[in-house]
């Protein structure tokens, strides 16, 4: 049995999605920029994947720029802010302390060529005070950007409230919603939103493929020089069918955005209810404010790694945290930000899951967890202790 639970950090390619882009690839072939008839078909079908996009996001599709993803998205619109605003004296930028490493650093860069980094707290619950953005912000804060969801623990930030603190205090705001695109409602004229980030494998499109929202009179620098594409900002030939599977994908999953919610909701309820039997465990961010399909779990007494090896060996794939970081022997920077200890953080187990999982894989994976937790236990020193009433 393969039981796949990690896609907060991949998912597999629809269908749907994956007929168009193939189709793409075998007939609109052409280069965009070209002037024969292939070329004007191909920057035909790239205009129309360009406003269906748009339209989604309740948009102009001239706000709409294509990138390889959400890393380079964030890049692009920290770093064009930033040098936007140096250029008035503002050398200032806003942020939280459990952003994904993208923006982190991105943000470490900048502080090295002498900007002044503000990181805001998330407290026990996940979640972002809109207050405390209010008062971090000062005369010369250039940016501030504060992740829409956070993809370990999945809590749903207040941005619309964020955003409209930015937009009366005349602030560029951007949000990495790399996790909440396709899966929660985003609006980016009713969250107030001058930049947003989003990558197309996170909701069942293909990889190497995402797009930068940048608001009509935001100044967005040139990222990449090379041509004209892109409105001149970003060079280089675009991934025309990539770009094809992301609309493909956007579309469809917000036209099932309610039906996949409340069946992936139902799942997580489902495996809070349950694994929250297991001794000394908890279930980490606000409950309701909070992603469909992402239960982020600490176990005392063990270790993540240990832990993800042996539900692979059960046939469960999932994660402790970003891949982005897997390789690391660090505890979570996000359960740290939240309160918890290092040694509690690095029992951490992240579940992520979508409306292609079934309830029976959850019932699997309750089956299967206690006793793989009760075996590692069984073999650690810092449990025994624990057992023993030690901390």
């Given at each position: 049995m393969n039981i796949y639970f990690d896609n907060a950090a991949t998912t597999v390619c629809g269908d749907t999605v994956a007929n168009a882009v193939f189709t793409a690839m075998k007939e609109v072939y052409g280069n965009p920029s070209s002037v024969h008839s292939l070329?004007?078909?191909?920057?035909?079908?790239?205009?129309?994947?360009?406003?269906?996009?748009?339209?989604?996001?309740?948009?102009e599709a001239k706000e709409i720029y294509f990138t390889s993803g959400g890393t380079e998205s964030d890049n692009w619109a920290i770093r064009s802010a930033a040098l936007t605003g140096a250029l008035k004296g503002k050398k200032h930028v806003v942020?939280?302390?459990?952003?994904?490493h993208a923006v982190l650093h991105t943000l470490n860069r900048l502080e090295k060529?002498?900007?002044?980094?503000?990181?805001?707290?998330?407290?026990?619950?996940?979640?972002?005070?809109?207050?405390?953005?209010?008062?971090?912000?000062?005369?010369?804060?250039?940016?501030?950007?504060?992740?829409?969801?956070?993809?370990?623990?999945g809590t749903i930030q207040p941005i619309a409230e964020i955003g409209s603190i930015c937009r009366r205090k005349g602030v560029p705001f951007h949000t990495d919603a790399v996790q909440a695109?396709?899966?929660?409602?985003?609006?980016?004229?009713?969250?107030?939103?001058?930049?947003?980030?989003?990558?197309a494998h996170k909701f069942n499109g293909p990889k190497g493929v995402g797009v930068l929202y940048a608001r009509q009179r935001v100044p967005l620098n040139i990222f990449m020089e090379g041509g004209a594409q892109e409105r001149g900002r970003r060079g280089g030939t675009e991934n025309v069918a990539g770009n094809i599977g992301l609309a493909t994908a956007l579309t469809e999953a917000v036209e099932n955005l309610e039906a996949n919610a409340?069946?992936?909701?139902?799942?997580?309820?489902?495996?809070?209810?349950?694994?929250l039997k297991i001794p000394k465990s908890r279930y980490n961010g606000d409950p309701e404010k909070h992603l469909p399909g992402v239960a982020n779990f600490c176990f005392e007494g063990i270790e993540g790694e240990s832990l993800l090896l042996k539900l692979d060996a059960a046939g469960i794939c999932a994660s402790s945290g970003s891949a982005c970081t897997s390789g690391s022997l660090d505890p979570s920077h996000v359960l740290l930000a939240i309160g918890l200890s290092h040694e509690i953080a690095h029992g951490s187990l992240r579940l992520s899951f979508n409306e292609q999982n079934t309830?029976?894989?959850?019932?699997?994976?309750?089956?299967?967890?206690?006793?793989?937790i009760e075996k590692l236990r069984s073999m650690s020193p810092v449990w025994e202790r624990i057992q023993k009433g030690g901390k």
């Open positions: 070329g004007q078909k191909a920057a035909l079908a790239l205009d129309r994947a360009r406003s269906d996009v748009a339209k989604l996001l309740n948009c942020s939280s302390k459990f952003e994904h060529e002498g900007y002044e980094i503000t990181l805001l707290d998330v407290y026990s619950d996940g979640i972002v005070r809109p207050e405390d953005a209010e008062r971090a912000i000062r005369d010369d804060t250039a940016l501030v950007t504060i992740m829409y969801a956070n993809n370990e623990i695109v396709g899966h929660i409602p985003v609006d980016v004229k009713a969250d107030n939103v001058d930049m947003l980030s989003l990558s409340a069946k992936t909701i139902a799942i997580r309820e489902k495996l809070v209810k349950e694994l309830f029976e894989e959850a019932d699997f994976i309750i089956k299967t967890l206690p006793p793989i």
